[in-house]
């Protein structure tokens, strides 16, 4: 079956640095990736959708300079937490549907901002 | 404008009970429904979904949902539930075609005591 995988699945790093987070689809090509934010205890909200060739398409609230999306492949999206502060610190999942009707996800990635 | 609504936060079951996990959905097309479940610091695994025909769909791990149009539900379903059950789960609703995002419920959490 489809599988996305995301790297790193846990991160931690000193305030005011940037973070890179992949996603890549192994064994099929997708065009469109969707990035989503999960805080504790709480549900998952997308942040963006990321589109091969082309720029990503930011939910309202998500401030597209401070993450950013490239989605250079068909096979790669990277979401780039710049300047990161404490309350960036958050679960991120990516997302990819693989065709026909199936959405898979990442494995997810714990961010945590010290 | 599209939503979902899952009115249990938190569900507690014996192991060996029935459960029933609620879902309700407001989407302005037909959609394509989905039940996700997440361990704690994990990503997303997809039980089931529905897209069309028979409305009562068969998952992984023993989990069936029904998909009734005249109430908006797609409720999830277990007849006897196992300790490793414990975990959150998510509806989601997503469009038919395109490369639409899905649109999470805010979950359940499934406690399961001996």
């Known amino acids: 079956g489809a599988v996305v995988s995301q790297h790193p699945s846990w991160v931690i790093c000193k305030s005011g640095t940037s973070v890179k987070i992949e996603c890549r689809s192994l064994?099929?090509?997708?065009?469109?990736m969707f990035w989503y934010r999960q805080f504790p205890k709480q549900s998952l909200m997308l942040m963006a959708t990321?589109?091969?060739?082309?720029?990503?398409?930011?939910e309202q609230g998500v401030e597209k300079d401070k993450f950013l999306i490239n989605h250079a492949s068909l096979t790669l999206s990277t979401l780039t937490v710049t300047s990161a502060h404490p309350e960036d610190s958050s679960f991120y999942i990516c997302?990819?549907?693989?065709?026909?009707?199936?959405?898979?996800f990442g494995s997810g990635t714990r961010l945590t901002v010290v | 404008a599209q939503s979902v609504t899952q009115p249990d936060i938190h569900i507690t079951v014996s192991e060996g009970a029935s459960l029933e996990l609620r879902c309700n959905y407001s989407?302005?097309?037909?959609?394509?429904l989905f039940w996700y479940v997440q361990s704690p610091g994990q990503g997303l695994q997809l039980l089931l979904k529905?897209?069309?025909?028979?409305?009562l769909v068969q998952g992984i791990k023993g989990f069936e949902a029904e998909f009734k149009r005249s109430q908006s539900s797609f409720n999830l379903r277990k007849p006897s539930v196992h300790w490793s059950d414990a975990a959150e789960y998510f509806c989601?609703?997503?469009?038919?075609?395109?490369?639409?995002?899905?649109?999470f419920g805010t979950g359940t959490r499934l406690t399961v005591i001996p």
């Open positions: 989601a609703v997503g469009h038919q075609t395109g490369a639409n995002n899905l649109f």
């Open positions: 529905y897209f069309s025909g028979d409305t």
């Open positions: 064994d099929f090509q997708a065009t469109t």
């Open positions: 989407y302005g097309a037909t959609p394509y």
């Open positions: 997302s990819a549907r693989a065709g026909g009707n199936g959405y898979t």
């Open positions: 990321s589109n091969e060739g082309s720029k990503a398409t930011y």
